[in-house]
Nanobody, 123 residues
Framework: QVQLAESGGGLVPAGGSLRLSCVAS????????MGWYRQAPGKEREFVAA????????DYADSVQGRFTISRDNARNAVYLQMNNLKPEDTAIYYC????????????????WGPGTQVTVSS
């Protein structure tokens, strides 16, 4: 069974940067699409970004396009989310998930999730 573990969250001022990491305990890691989602207090969990197994295709939510970059290192079974120019509305718990599905913007298509890491952006 795949186990995912996020790290790298924290408290930053608006305009700052953070890099989130997610490590998977699965040797078939390169076969999975990896996604980042987030959930703010009182809101539904929402799609942030996704990356194909080869890393050749990425996708972003409109709200983070141009500020966030998703990448992966299959040799390390890791996926990353570089977040720049952070805004207070980016405050949320960030989760990484894995899926075989091409419908990576649909939360229910994901097979495994990590426990999440808190990101707080102060104004």
């Amino acid at each position: 069974q795949v186990q995912l573990a996020e790290s790298g969250g924290g408290l930053v001022p608006a305009g700052g940067s953070l890099r989130l990491s997610c490590v998977a305990s699965e040797l078939a890691f390169r076969s999975y699409v990896m996604g980042w989602y987030r959930q703010a207090p009182g809101k539904e969990r929402e799609f942030v970004a996704a990356i194909w197994g080869t890393g050749s295709v990425t996708d972003y939510a409109d709200s983070v396009q141009g500020r966030f970059t998703i990448s992966r290192d299959n040799a390390r079974n890791a996926v990353y989310l570089q977040m720049n120019n952070l805004k207070p509305e980016d405050t949320a718990i960030y989760y990484c998930g894995s899926t075989y599905s091409s419908s990576w913007e649909i939360e229910s298509e994901y097979d495994y999730w990590g426990p999440g890491t808190q990101v707080t952006v102060s104004s």
